[in-house]
């Protein structure tokens, strides 16, 4: 039992474009994108990079309880999140910001489960976004569900099918539940993307924890294809990510994409990575930072100035103070809304609880 | 000495390192990081990492795994990183752990200690504040504990991991901070014991775990306005040791059931009834619950009002006289 061989540092992945700004060619892969396109994915790439830092602020003021940041992954999450068309379902853990950024949805919606006034409490057919899953690896489970539901629609097959996006991390890759949702999305053919963000770590601890060979690789033997992408390369991931989802609508079964990524900070606010990682990893990840080789690429292909980057910036800056305001005035729930939507039916003896509170609390107004 | 609970748990697990060579900690983050509470904070870099496990992320397989090397003869003790996230060990522990002694007829003892972390109160997002000791406490074969303060912590996880029974071991994970007198020569009381931990002639408070402190701060707080309350912390949920609840209750006439789980199909649903059962003739009043609500366990922001403070304990403690 000891940590076994590193899985090799080097990966074969597909990449668009390398940490030096370059752009690759790939002989399966490549992206049309109009200049303002390009533009747009690095303005997401920027904004959810500074509502994250603020939410981290946020908590280190105290008024978030705890948040779990998407550092380094900024890439991964905007080349899925754009791949996606508004007719597909995404279910996410509890780090996918970029991905409900992507689906325009205010910045606001999940930061009520951080901040302690709510557990999620959105309407995930609404925005084609399921609530945050903590629960590891479970979600995993109800995208394979919902897409077989699609197929018994009859709603894959054509170019306007649909299809749905599971995220997890490497650690979920350990779960049962995981797995078992790599034999039913198979068995059943199901239009799901796995949609892996390997970052790592699993808090403290490092991949070779949780497999022996390469996430991507896993696939295979569960019977469909398993890819593995740059994830810190925006347009590849793109790429990849979008070729899966239409392999998915047009019937022809699930992918896992293992995105190859980096968690630069800590694993959530509450942890503390200088426990186990050494600094000197994270500075080598730093090269690989997704926004920086955008910035070059742009900049050199003459799509964007830096005018248009002090621009996205002082937009950046704005939404954050903006976020941060909201927030602070988010109310607190009500005492008695503990005994909200347990069942749709309701409960009588709940009503019963839920009156006796009411007496009890009333009981101290007008001096106890 | 005083030391926190934690750090109680930390010395009693090394104890049982150092004791026994067949007992190995297994667990997500256990080993370099020492717990994402720390409660197992250096003892891989001491015992290495054959004795000291950070596993893969799966609570099945953790557990799954534990018993197969009890089979084979180790003494596992397994961390579940918080409450909510025991269910997916739960078929092991139900349906493997649980009934292996008995289907062997004897022949297959499996002693694994799974500790949880268990209980609210520390601001934490849903599935981190949970109260399940009815769900296990309810199967047969298992036994369950809760210690309450540093020195219980530190001889019951010593006692759990050396017995040859499934325990889950529950911690009060809000509790981890505080600290309390540790005797570390002593001889301490059997495992599966309650015990009267203030003594009082007007009603007897029962708690475990988390709520054993608010019971001790609610009889103080009694005891100002000149009612005396008895407090027993019931340390053990699965066998119960009721003998003193009972000799208790037949003196004061009145019983006050706290915890944080819901009260429906509970603890406290349980030693209602038995202690009316036993105490029919002594009682006073009908035996109280403060719990948790049935509901799920709320957003942080409102947990105050889910959990069983001083004042609802009083309130009840109050309506005890009222019959
Ligand atoms: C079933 C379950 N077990 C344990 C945890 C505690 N936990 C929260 S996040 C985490 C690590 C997850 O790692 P990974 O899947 O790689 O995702 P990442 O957080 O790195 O994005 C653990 C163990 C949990 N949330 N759920």
């Given at each position: 039992?000891?940590?076994g061989?590193?899985?090799p540092?080097d990966p ?27 533009r747009?994915?690095?303005r ?39 791949a ?9 853990t ?7 950024h ?5 910045p606001?919606?999940?930061l ?20 945050y ?15 077989m ?35 039913w ?10 949609f892996?963000?390997?970052n790592q770590?699993?808090?403290s601890?490092?991949?070779e ?21 740059d ?59 997704p ?16 005018d ?11 939404q954050?103070?903006?976020l941060?305001?909201?927030?602070l ?40 | ?38 409660i ?5 870099k ?17 557990i799954?795994t ?47 200690v ?7 109160g ?65 001889s ?77 199909v ?6 209602a ?8 003739y ?12 049935d ?6 922001r ?8 001083l ?10 006289f009222?019959?």
């Amino acid at each position: 039992m000891t940590n076994g061989d590193r899985i090799p540092p080097d990966p074969e992945f597909v990449q668009l474009l390398d940490p030096d700004g370059e752009r690759v060619e790939h002989p399966d892969y490549s992206v049309e994108f109009t200049p303002d396109e390009y533009r747009g994915l690095y303005r997401d790439l920027v904004i959810i990079r500074k509502l994250d830092a603020e939410a981290t602020a946020l908590q280190r003021q105290g008024e978030l309880g705890i948040w779990a940041s998407l550092l380094g992954q900024e890439a991964a999450q905007v080349g899925a999140g754009r791949a996606l068309r508004p007719q597909d379902m995404a279910f996410p853990t509890y780090r996918e910001h970029g991905i409900l950024h992507c689906r325009g949805i205010d910045p606001i919606m999940p930061l009520g489960l951080f901040r302690g006034v709510d557990q999620g409490a959105w309407d995930s057919q609404k925005h084609k976004v399921h609530m945050y899953t903590i629960v590891i690896g479970a979600q995993t489970l109800h995208a394979t569900g919902y897409a077989m539901g699609i197929t018994m629609d009859g709603k894959v097959g054509t170019e306007d099918g649909e299809a749905v996006i599971a995220f997890f991390g490497d650690g979920a890759t350990a779960q049962g539940d995981v797995n078992e949702s790599f034999v039913w999305a198979s068995v059943f053919n199901a239009p799901v993307v796995f949609f892996c963000q390997n970052n790592q770590y699993a808090i403290s601890e490092p991949l070779e924890r949780q497999t022996r060979v390469p996430l991507f690789k896993r696939a295979s033997g569960f019977g469909f294809p398993g890819i593995r992408v740059d994830g810190n390369d925006v347009l590849a991931t793109y790429a990849v990510t979008k070729q899966a989802l239409d392999n998915a609508r047009l019937g022809q079964g699930p992918t896992m994409v293992e995105a190859y990524t980096y968690r630069m900070g800590a694993h959530t606010t509450s942890d503390d990575p200088t426990r186990y990682r050494a600094g000197s990893e994270v500075e080598a990840w730093r090269d690989k930072d997704p926004i920086k080789r955008m910035r070059i690429f742009l900049t050199k292909a003459g799509i964007a100035d830096d005018d248009f980057f002090t621009q996205v910036d002082d937009d950046a800056a704005k939404q954050a103070v903006e976020l941060r305001e909201r927030v602070l005035a988010l109310p607190d729930p009500g005492p008695l809304s503990i005994f909200d939507n347990v069942y749709p039916g309701g409960s009588p003896l709940l009503d019963e609880q839920r009156a006796q509170q009411e007496r009890y609390l009333a009981s101290f107004e007008g001096g106890h | 000495m005083a030391e926190t609970l934690g750090k109680a748990l930390n010395l009693g697990l090394r104890r049982a390192l150092e004791s026994d060579d067949r007992v190995v900690i297994m667990g997500e983050d256990v080993g370099k990081l020492g717990g994402v509470f720390r409660i197992t904070d250096g003892l891989q870099k001491d015992f290495g990492e054959q004795r000291v496990i950070d596993t893969p992320l799966a609570e099945s397989g953790i557990i799954g795994t534990a018993i197969g090397l009890a089979i084979r003869g180790y003494r596992p003790v397994c961390e579940i990183q918080f409450d909510g996230f025991v269910y997916p060990a739960y078929d092991q522990i139900v349906s493997q752990l649980a009934k292996m002694y008995y289907r062997s007829q004897g022949n297959v003892r499996v002693p694994v200690v799974v500790r949880i972390p268990f209980g609210g109160g520390i601001g934490a997002v849903e599935h981190h504040s949970e109260s399940p000791e009815a769900y296990f406490a309810h199967t047969a074969g298992l036994k369950v504990v809760a210690c309450s303060n540093p020195n219980d912590a530190y001889w019951m996880i010593q006692q759990a991991i050396s017995g040859d029974d499934p325990v889950i071991f529950l911690e009060p994970k809000r509790r981890y901070w505080e600290k309390g007198e540790v005797s570390f020569d002593a001889s301490p009381i059997p495992l599966f014991s309650s015990q009267v931990v203030r003594q009082g002639t007007d009603v007897t408070v029962v708690a475990y775990g988390p709520m054993v402190r608010t019971a001790l701060d609610a009889a103080t707080a009694a005891a100002e306005d000149g009612r005396s309350i008895e407090v027993i912390d019931l340390r053990t949920l699965s066998p119960l040791d009721l003998g003193p609840v009972y000799e208790s209750v037949r003196r004061t006439g009145r019983c006050v059931v706290v915890h944080e789980a819901p009260s429906h199909v509970s603890l406290s649903s349980e030693l209602a009834a038995r202690v009316t059962e036993q105490c029919f003739y002594s009682l006073e009043a009908p035996v109280l619950r403060v719990t948790g609500f049935d509901t799920p366990y709320p957003p942080a922001r409102v947990e105050e009002e889910y959990l069983p403070d001083l004042d609802r304990v009083l309130d009840a403690v109050d309506r005890t006289f009222g019959f």
